[in-house]
């Protein structure tokens, strides 16, 4: 559907389950990881921009723990430079920042199934 493969790079989280990763790799686009912010350990948004490269092809913040990213920051930069987001949802079953849903604002969103998934309060992140 993007047509992601070999050459492009696509950003993303290293604190996260390998699926984040390895969903870009199997594309054999390259990952490239943004730090996370340092109270809510999921994608920080201020280190984002500085990450984006002619070759970025998609972003796939990670709401991990529950614990959201700023989502309507990187919809605003992803927005400004035109690269679709993609939302790993896999731990943020019905995680909310700011009112928005986790996957709510992203092109796609994935969520996990897996028995073991937490599954997380509304309004974990403090705005
Ligand atoms: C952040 C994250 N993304 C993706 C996945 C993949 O989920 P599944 O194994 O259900 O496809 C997991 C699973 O642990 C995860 O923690």
Avoid at 98 to 105: I, S, T
Wanted: glycine residues 8%; proline residues 6%.
């Amino acid at each position: 559907m993007l047509g992601i493969g070999a050459g492009d790079e696509v950003i993303t989280s290293a604190n996260s389950w390998i699926s984040s990763s390895e969903t870009i790799t199997q594309t054999m686009a390259t990952p490239v990881f943004v730090d996370v912010h340092p109270q809510y350990y999921s994608m920080d948004e201020s280190k984002l921009e500085q990450a984006i490269t002619p070759k970025t092809k998609a972003i796939i913040p990670v709401h991990l723990h529950g614990q959201m990213c700023d989502i309507e920051a990187i919809m605003r930069i992803a927005d400004k430079h035109g690269i679709p987001v993609i939302e790993d949802c896999a731990q943020s079953h019905f995680s909310a920042f700011k009112g928005v849903l986790a996957g709510k604002r992203g092109i796609a969103a994935s969520f996990s199934f897996y028995p073991g998934k937490n599954l997380a309060p509304m309004e974990m992140r403090v705005a």
